[in-house]
């Protein structure tokens, strides 16, 4: 991993994000996009995230090869002390630990935003269904997620239903009185990005 370089997102980088996550869409059941999104819809996303939290990318010999985020649970104030992780990777570069490695750094990031608790909200499906492979819900397992809730047959794709879990991570522990949330763009200010 020590080629591996993990970064704030850009804006020039939002063409190659998409280029990873349009074969989600188009191939696979783990989004629940009928379609692509734009280039300039891709990017106005990521600039809604990164209002309030971490976009990060992964960058290989000068190629970006995935890509992880922290969006809000929910827009009440009161949720701001968790937070849900999203993470895509260009599939050549799947079970080489990048995964893991933009997740450590988006968690170190969210820690010092005061967020305590993440979740992911991921696909299932039975064994063999030519659209999802179940692989973000053991990678997820693997890096200490535990399963929450299923929504059963929540999702119509490809012709089929499908269901999602709702996973979820302590990052630490609660404290009585939690330190306010802190907006990722301070942070990076305090630390002279």
């Not at 935003?113 to 492979?133: H, K, M, R, W």
């Amino acid at each position: 991993m020590n080629d591996l370089i993990i970064r704030n997102a850009e804006e020039q980088d939002a063409g190659r994000l998409l280029e990873i996550y349009a074969p989600y869409v188009t191939e696979t059941a783990v989004s629940f996009e009928y379609e692509s999104p734009s280039v300039e819809e891709f990017h106005a996303r990521m600039e809604t995230v990164q209002r309030e939290y971490p976009y990060l990318v992964a960058e290989k010999d000068g190629l970006i090869i995935g890509y992880a985020y922290a969006s809000p649970f929910h827009p009440r104030p009161a949720y701001k002390h968790c937070a849900v992780a999203t993470i895509y990777l260009d599939r050549n570069y799947r079970r080489q630990g990048i995964g893991r490695e933009l997740y450590r750094k988006l968690e170190m990031i969210l820690l010092k935003q005061n967020v305590f608790t993440l979740y992911a909200c991921i696909t299932i499906a039975p064994e063999g269904d030519p659209y999802l492979s179940n692989d973000s819900e053991k990678f997820h397992f693997r890096i200490g997620y535990r399963t929450k809730g299923t929504f059963q047959n929540c999702g119509y794709k490809f012709g089929r239903w499908y269901s999602v879990i709702w996973m979820e991570k302590q990052l630490a522990p609660k404290t009585d009185v939690p330190d306010e949330f802190i907006p990722y763009p301070m942070i990076r200010q305090c630390e002279g990005e």
